[in-house]
């Protein structure tokens, strides 16, 4: 298995709820098209960079700090990430919990 290609389960039951509208829906079918990939690439900048933010991580690949949260959870939930309880600043001066990946 490569790093594109993570064992992990997306179901589409789990990303839309029953009463969200069918533009959620579909959206919520299609998490499998990108979210392996998204993984994939969160995983590689934590092993290379080691323990960071959902900001930071977002920053490295050029992506929305909230995909990155997303799929922290999918990686916390598949075995391959944890948060930690160190905390840093984020830009708007919020607390964010700092991650790694194996």
Not at 26 to 49: H, K, M, N, S, T
Not at 75 to 93: D, K, N, Q
Request: proline fraction near 2%; glycine fraction near 8%.
């Amino acid at each position: 298995m490569t790093d594109n290609q993570l064992a992990i389960d997306f179901d589409a039951a789990s990303h839309a709820r029953r009463g969200d509208p069918g533009t959620s829906k579909d959206a919520a079918a299609r998490v499998r098209e990108f979210a392996a990939g998204q993984c994939a690439d969160i995983l590689a900048v934590l092993r290379e960079r080691g323990r960071l933010g959902a900001e930071q991580i977002a920053a490295y690949l050029r992506i929305d700090a909230y995909a990155v949260r997303k799929r922290l959870a999918d990686l916390e939930h598949a075995g391959l990430a944890r948060p930690l309880t160190l905390h840093r600043i984020t830009a708007s001066g919020r607390k964010e919990r700092l991650w790694e990946g194996w």
